[in-house]
C-alpha cells in the first residue's frame, strides 16, 4: 500500500500521533471477551476518569466522538422533551441537528460565530420556560475557535435550575480543563483523534448519577448506543460490541503518557502554545477570528483569510511547498478564515514552522500588510 509522507498535521483532528503509540497499536489481536481484555479496559476506564476529573461511571465507545453526542442525547431525553441547545458555530450547529433528529423540541439559541455563549442569555431563557429539561452546550467551538465558559453555564444550569447539561468536549477534554464533577457535568462526550493522541475510532464518554436518573424514563430510540448495556458489560471487564482494539491499545499508551506528564502540565503546554500561535499570527500582520483573547481556545486557531487571498491558494501552498496541513473553515466561515489545530501531541517547534511557512507563502498569495 502507498505511504503518505509524515506531514506538519495541523488539522484540530486528526492529530499526529506519537511513534511509541503508533508501536503499541501493533500489538496482536487479542480475544475481547478473555482477561487480556478485562485488564486493559478497566485500567484506560480509571485512568480516563483521572483525565476527566471525575468519579462518574465512564465509557469507551467505538464510534467518532459524534457517537458519544448521541449517547448523551438519547440515553437521557424522550421525543417532545423541551431542551436548549447553544450554538455559535459548526460543530453547536450538528448539536441541535441531532437532537433535533431524535424528535427534542428545541429552543436553539444562536450566538455569533467567533464569541462565546452567554450565560445570562441561558439563565433567561431557563427562567422563561421552566419545563426546560436540558441545556446542549459545546465546550470548545472547533470551527471558530471558541472556548466557551462551560463553568459558568454550568453555575446557572445546574446551580440555579438544576437541569440536565450534556457537554460535547470533543475537541477539549485532555487539553483545555474540563472537571467534570467540580462542574457538575451530567454528560461529556469526546473522541480519540483530537487530543488523544490516536487515531480516531474511539470516544468516552462520563455518566452523572443525574443522568442516570434520566435514563430510567428516557424513551429516545437506542441500541449500539444504549449505555446500560456498556455498563453491564464493564461490570464483567468487556464491552458490549467489538471494541476497536488496536486503538485501545494505543489509548493505553497515551493515558500512561498523559497522566505521566500531569494534567496541569499537559494544560499548561496547550496554553504556551496557542499563545505562540495566536502572538504569531498577529505579528505577521494576521487578524484572529476571536477578538476577546478570554475565549480564544487552546487547541485550535482560526485566522480571517485576509482581503484578496485566495484560501485555497494559500492552503494549497502551505501543503505542497512546505508539507504544513492546514484547516479551512467550516459551515458558513468555509471560505472565510483558515484554522490552525494546536492540539495533543504538540511542540512549540510545530508552530514555529507554520509561521515560518506562512511568512513565506503569505506575500506569494497577495498578502502585503
Ligand atoms: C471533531 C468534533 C466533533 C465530531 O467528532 P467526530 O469524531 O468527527 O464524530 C464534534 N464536536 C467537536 C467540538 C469537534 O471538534
Not at 437541569?163 to 487539553?175: F, P, Q
Not at 449500539?224 to 489509548?251: C, I, R, V
Request: charged fraction near 20%; hydrophobic fraction near 40%.
Amino acid at each position: 500500500m502507498q505511504r503518505f509522507p509524515s506531514q506538519n498535521l495541523r488539522t484540530p483532528g486528526p492529530t499526529p500521533i506519537p511513534s511509541d503509540i503508533v508501536e503499541a497499536m501493533t500489538n496482536p489481536m487479542i480475544n475481547h471477551r478473555g482477561p487480556e481484555f478485562d485488564t486493559l479496559l478497566n485500567k484506560a476506564t480509571e485512568q480516563l476518569k483521572q483525565v476527566f476529573m471525575t468519579k462518574n461511571d465512564l465509557f469507551i465507545l467505538t464510534a467518532s466522538g459524534t457517537g458519544s453526542l448521541e449517547a448523551s442525547i438519547v440515553n437521557t431525553l424522550s421525543p417532545g422533551d423541551r431542551v436548549i441547545a447553544a450554538t455559535a458555530g459548526a460543530f453547536g450547529d450538528r448539536f441541535v441537528d441531532m437532537v433535533e433528529a431524535y424528535g427534542a423540541d428545541v429552543k436553539r439559541m444562536d450566538f455569533d460565530w467567533g464569541g462565546p455563549i452567554d450565560p445570562d442569555d441561558i439563565r433567561k431563557a431557563l427562567q422563561a420556560e421552566p419545563d426546560i429539561k436540558a441545556v446542549l452546550v459545546t465546550h470548545n467551538e472547533t470551527s471558530t475557535g471558541v472556548t466557551h465558559p462551560v463553568e459558568d453555564i454550568a453555575k446557572v444550569v445546574k446551580g440555579e435550575f438544576d437541569k440536565l447539561l450534556l457537554v460535547d468536549a470533543v475537541s477539549s477534554l485532555g487539553c483545555i480543563p474540563l472537571p467534570v464533577d467540580a462542574w457538575d457535568c451530567d454528560m461529556v462526550g469526546t473522541a480519540s483523534q483530537k487530543g488523544f493522541m490516536i487515531p480516531p475510532g474511539l470516544s468516552f464518554i462520563s455518566v452523572s448519577e443525574r443522568a442516570w436518573k434520566a435514563q430510567q424514563t428516557a424513551k429516545m430510540p437506542r441500541f449500539y448506543f444504549d449505555l446500560s448495556m456498556a455498563k453491564s458489560y464493564l461490570q464483567t471487564g468487556q464491552t458490549p460490541f467489538t471494541p476497536n482494539l488496536s486503538a485501545m491499545y494505543g489509548l493505553s499508551r497515551a493515558l500512561d503518557v498523559l497522566l505521566e506528564e500531569g494534567m496541569e502540565n499537559v494544560f499548561g503546554r496547550h496554553h504556551t502554545i496557542a499563545q505562540l500561535t495566536r502572538d504569531g499570527a498577529r505579528d505577521l500582520g494576521l487578524e484572529l477570528l476571536v477578538a476577546d483573547e478570554a475565549y480564544a481556545s487552546n487547541t485550535v486557531t482560526a485566522i480571517k483569510v485576509p482581503e484578496g487571498v485566495d484560501q485555497k491558494a494559500l492552503m494549497g501552498k502551505m501543503r505542497t511547498e512546505h508539507n504544513v496541513v492546514l484547516a479551512g473553515g467550516q459551515g458558513r466561515m468555509s471560505a472565510d478564515i483558515f484554522r490552525i489545530g494546536h492540539l495533543g501531541a504538540v511542540a512549540k517547534e510545530d508552530i514555529t514552522e507554520v509561521m515560518d511557512a506562512l511568512k513565506i507563502v503569505l506575500p506569494e498569495v497577495g498578502f502585503n500588510p
